[in-house]
């Protein structure tokens, strides 16, 4: 048909499953095991259901202020979205349109390759060495833009904040954006630098360590320039994106600082145990500093564990591409959760 030669045709992202059964344990998707804040839950019965008929702040002001007083910025420093994903494709859509080829790692967030295809923005890989590390001198050349996140994902590698200022140092001329979707799980952030780098954005998420995918609220930081760049394109595309309750949510949810520790604390820690157990089992992996663990058995074929742990409800995350295609990413789920897999792992291999 004609009219299909000026379709915009994308190939989309592919999440994780979302199973529907029961008593399953869903490790595949970097969720959190525990519930939300239970602040979030008082908000929401407090919350005038008459208010719904009207429209909601278009600047989310309540939520943009509560994240600058959260983290010692101003509300111009802030952005929110719905979800980070919303944030960064805004972002590639406002930052990306030089038409020089923009620069990230070969083995990363596999939504990123989508939005610049979506937007036409060109693109290349550069990839990691051995051990899955970003090698700096490859962003060093001239670009369109770079992104990578940090931790990686899926490999929960962290680089070191002189590194990434480095690579930030050699781009002034081109936006960098480093996405840190789990840098609350024990990485260092690069937040600091967007006061001395006015082409840095920082992106975050309350999907991972805030409990909160299901509402969908992402963020981002960085010069006062830089947000307004992303408002203009935002308000120029969809001004009311970010409904009333979510706003409440996020409010509620950055008040239990307390909360989102202890959760964030006893991630860690499961973490940390976890790695333990996995090499005595005969697993490899690089250092994690995210909510999940990139794991490959020194025999047994990814492809063959995921498949006998989806067979006995254990949902965990394979990705059949080149260089990552013998490594399951596990994420971080309970202690109990972690013991029914490591239960299983034992009986599958031994
Ligand atoms: C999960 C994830 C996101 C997206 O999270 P949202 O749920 O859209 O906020 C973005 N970047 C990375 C690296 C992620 O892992």
Redesign the pocket.
């Known amino acids: 048909m004609k009219w299909e030669e000026n379709v915009r045709k994308v190939i989309p992202y592919v999440p994780g499953e979302q199973p529907k059964k029961a008593d399953i344990v869903k490790l595949n998707t970097?969720e959190c095991p525990y519930p939300p804040s239970p602040m979030i839950q008082k908000a929401m019965e407090a919350f005038p259901y008459e208010s719904l008929r009207r429209y909601p702040d278009p600047q989310a002001t309540r939520l943009v202020t509560a994240l600058a007083d959260n983290y010692g910025l101003e509300p111009e420093n802030v952005f929110v979205g719905v979800?980070?994903?919303?944030v960064?494709a805004m972002a590639f859509l406002t930052f990306f349109n030089s038409g020089k080829k923009i620069l990230f790692p070969d083995i990363t967030?596999s939504?990123y390759d989508v939005w610049a295809d979506l937007f036409r923005i060109p693109y290349k890989c550069k990839p990691l060495d051995e051990e899955f590390r970003i090698r700096k001198e490859d962003y060093f050349e001239e670009n369109g833009g770079v992104i990578f996140?940090n931790p990686n994902?899926p490999t929960g590698v962290e680089e070191s904040v002189e590194m990434i200022e480095e690579i930030i140092r050699k781009n002034q001329d081109v936006v960098v954006i480093i996405?840190e979707?789990?840098i609350d799980f024990g990485g260092k952030s690069v937040l600091p630098l967007i006061h001395k780098y006015e082409n840095l954005l920082v992106v975050r998420?309350?999907?991972?360590s805030r409990a909160l995918?299901g509402v969908?609220i992402?963020y981002a930081f960085g010069s006062q320039k830089l947000i307004k760049y992303l408002n203009d394109a935002k308000f120029s595309f969809n001004s009311y994106t970010m409904n009333s309750a979510t706003i409440e949510m996020g409010c509620a949810c950055l008040q239990d600082k307390t909360y989102f520790q202890e959760t964030v604390e006893k991630i860690i820690a499961t973490r940390e145990r976890v790695k333990q157990e996995l090499s005595e089992l005969g697993f490899v992996f690089p250092d994690s500093k995210a909510n999940f663990i990139f794991a490959k058995h020194k025999t047994a074929k990814a492809k063959n564990i995921f498949e006998a742990a989806k067979q006995e409800g254990i949902y965990v995350r394979y990705f059949n591409k080149p260089r990552i295609d013998d490594y399951l990413r596990i994420s971080i789920g309970t202690d109990e959760e972690m013991d029914r897999l490591l239960a299983f792992l034992k009986r599958y291999l031994g």
């Not at 979800?83 to 919303?86: I, K, M, Q, Y």
């Not at 998420?205 to 991972?208: A, D, P, Q, R």
């Open positions: 970097n979800g980070s994903d919303d960064l967030y939504f996140p994902a996405d979707a789990y998420t309350f999907s991972k995918a969908r992402g």
